[in-house]
């Protein structure tokens, strides 16, 4: 039931905009009930439309979170163009263009350009862009050597308005449809966080326990044959544990030390490689696998202490966005304001690609900002709050009525060899993946393909047609 009821809202929002740029009309008024006289639109990667389209990734043929390029003569799905700009189109206004362009990151990669504010440009949306949070994915300050190399600007979406309301007057005119989508990066921010902190907690668990089973293991084996097995042991472990704290050892020179006290504990036979070697080997064995499993443990044991706190952080967020949208755009002025929420990450690419553990954590963040923006901005009469997550889990599990031939494989290659970035931003025709992509859901691991996007801007359509402002 649910699947009919979305494959036909887009259905009917195709044909209520057909006269809008969108087709031929079949009949009927199909004039805009309403007029605007721009579109302004606040976010990250998914409404950018070439913050980043500058130097080495212009050169490249990038600039959008997409498959970059007017390739509509290879197939017609293939526009180039992401939500806010077929949204622009079918409101009869030009295209957007960026409010801001630039990267800060390696000149000797061609990714250190000027920062330019473009005047009259209202597309403030930036990739890797958070709501309040200035260090997004790509940008240098998350110390990552793939965002110091790229240098990606992520303006947050509480700057990006104060930018805009300091460009127009510190007001909006009110005839304007404004664009909210955001939250997504603080999301894959706190993933990262979460898997680098269980990373962190679990190769130093699993160094100490290593180690520790190593020295107990080798010093049990070198005492077998000393005189007193019972005083050798904790003597040559000690040695050993010595050795270790010594500026400038090595293993060897720690293996060295257990033999020379095993000896000196009366096993004579211990001096010769042969009867030493493979006792280092059992012991690297025991250790191997000891110190892998307490980093294992280590790690699952700091997740679930923190994604608590990652689910909060996503809560807090949410709160965040509603309190921009209230008390900085609305407040300020602005009538129509439409607020996608976060879509489904759980099935995107990157999502399907976790554990089973994760995924069920992807899905209980985005629920959880997600609530926020429902229970912030549902009843609000000057916004649309379009449940983009719920369309696009439909679209996952029931993808051919959209017209989708593939939603969990990459339409772009992003091997480094044809895509050095390994990203959808300098995705075009020349880096595709083999076959025809043209209306696969997801050109790289999170972001749609134009087809993705044009199925995005027909739902938005249909909830604008709905409340009368289409």
């Known amino acids: 039931m649910r699947q009919t009821k979305f494959t036909l809202a887009i259905l009917t929002a195709v044909a209520v905009l057909a006269g809008c740029g969108g087709g031929t009309s079949s009949g009927g008024d199909q004039t805009l009930k309403a007029k605007y006289s721009s579109q302004v639109s606040f976010g990250d990667s998914l409404s950018d439309v070439g913050s980043y389209a500058v130097g ?18 290879v197939n017609s799905a293939l526009t180039g163009k992401n939500w806010t700009e077929l949204m622009a189109a079918q409101l009869g206004l030009p295209a957007p263009c960026a409010a801001q362009t630039g990267l800060t990151g390696d000149p000797t990669k061609g990714f250190s350009v000027p920062v330019v504010n473009h005047s009259g440009c209202y597309g403030y949306a930036q990739g890797g862009a958070r709501v309040t949070n200035p260090a997004g994915p790509g940008n240098p300050a998350t110390m990552t050597p793939e965002a110091i190399a790229l240098g990606a600007l992520t303006v947050p979406v509480v700057t990006q308005i104060k930018n805009h309301l300091a460009a127009v007057g510190g007001k909006f005119k009110g005839d304007e449809i404004v664009f909210v989508m955001a939250g997504g990066n603080d999301a894959l921010i706190q993933l990262d966080q979460l898997k680098s902190g269980a990373t962190a907690a679990g190769q130093t668990a699993g160094a100490t326990v290593g180690a520790q089973t190593f020295v107990q293991t080798l010093a049990g084996l070198f005492a077998q044959g000393a005189t007193n097995p019972a005083t050798a042991g904790p003597a040559i472990a000690q040695a050993m544990i010595t050795e270790s704290a010594r500026s400038g050892h090595t293993d060897s020179s720690v293996v060295a030390a257990a033999v020379g006290a095993a000896y000196a504990a009366g096993n004579a036979t211990i001096i010769n490689p042969a009867v030493y070697g493979p006792m280092v080997v059992t012991a690297q064995a025991a250790a ?45 002025g602005a009538t129509r304001v439409v607020v996608n ?9 990157n999502g399907l690609s976790q554990t089973p553990e994760t995924q069920g954590l992807i899905n209980l963040m985005v629920k959880t900002f997600n609530d926020q923006l429902n229970t912030g901005l549902a009843t609000e009469a000057k916004v649309v709050l379009v449940d983009v997550f719920t369309i696009s889990h439909d679209q996952a599990t029931n ?12 339409a772009c290659d992003l091997t480094p060899a044809k895509n050095p970035l390994e990203s959808s931003l300098v995705c075009n025709a020349k880096n595709l993946a083999a076959g025809d992509v043209s209306r696969y859901q997801f050109a790289d691991s999170v972001h749609p393909t134009p087809y993705g996007y044009w199925l995005m801007a027909r739902y938005v359509s249909e909830r604008m047609v709905v409340k009368g402002w289409m």
Do not use: C, H
Not at 341 to 349: A, E, F, H, V, Y
């Open 56 to 73: 080495s990734v212009a050169a490249l043929g990038g600039g959008k979170f997409t498959i970059n390029g007017n390739n509509v003569a």
């Open 399 to 410: 993808p051919a009525p959209y017209g989708l031939t593939n939603v969990k494989d990459r």
């Open 341 to 349: 929420n976060l879509p489904d990450l759980g099935t995107t690419p």
């Open 288 to 332: 191997t696998t000891a110190g892998t499993a307490a980093g294992a443990t280590a790690g699952a044991d700091y997740v679930k202490a923190n994604a608590p706190k990652a689910v909060m952080a996503m809560g807090q967020a949410g709160a965040e966005l509603v309190a921009l949208v209230k008390t900085q755009i609305i407040a300020n």
